[in-house]
């Protein structure tokens, strides 16, 4: 695994990370502050530009329920200036399991030269019967 | 708006037409034959590699209903050989509007400069009441 591709998934790691501890101001820090960003929670239209994009974690992370994530099936892509991480979400709440979303995570190298996100697409998955 | 931009939304419209004539081998020939190909359908879990995403749209497009689509809100972005094009693809079926879903598509340039799809991700939107 090269070593751009595993910082790739760690820059993913981080966002799941920052997920679970609920931090709005380490999640707008992980995504690049950039018009071309969007964002698409499970079920919602998607969102453009940091503005919606931040207001919407700021929302989702100082809600009432905790939600653990239990990510699998990772893999990360580089191309250039531009990684992508598809995975899956196993979402644990406070009631058990929720359930499980198909994500698509987009990272662009910031001026530093980190990952940074520019989206995020997550789907619901439907239960097989 | 950039040429690398327009070049970007035309591969999106591409897509599009080739799902609404339903034709197999159009589909394949527009996707990167290479194993970082992804695509989720809405509401199924990610498909990984040329054989299993064509497989599923041999099936789509093979299957019963025409679905014809009214794409809006397309948003192109291009980082060197990487473009992504968020998008709202309104679905009108047999028997009317399907609802819609927010999709991501995400482009590579392929060996002939030409940009071919690398992931499709499509989730179902959720009506507000």
């Known amino acids: 695994m090269s070593p751009e591709i595993i910082d790739a998934l760690a820059a993913n790691a981080v966002f799941y990370e920052v997920f679970e501890r609920r931090s709005s101001e380490a999640m707008e820090a992980l995504w690049l502050d ?3 960003v969007s964002c698409t929670h499970p079920g ?3 969102l453009h ?4 994009v931040q207001q919407s974690w700021r929302r989702i992370l100082g809600g009432p329920q905790h939600l653990q994530f ?3 099936d ?3 892509h580089v ?3 531009v990684a992508w991480v598809t995975c899956v979400e196993n979402l644990l709440g406070d009631d ?3 359930g499980s979303t198909a994500a698509i995570n987009l990272f662009r190298r910031g ?3 980190a990952w940074r996100m520019v989206a995020h697409h997550a789907g619901p998955v439907m239960q097989r019967p």
């Not at 530009?49 to 919606?52: Q, S």
């Open 34 to 36: 950039d018009d071309s």
């Open 44 to 46: 919602w239209p998607t």
């Open 49 to 52: 530009g940091p503005a919606a």
């Open 70 to 72: 239990i990510v699998s």
């Open 74 to 76: 990772e893999r990360a």
């Open 79 to 81: 191309v250039g200036d």
């Open 96 to 98: 058990g399991p929720q």
């Open 111 to 113: 001026p530093a030269g």
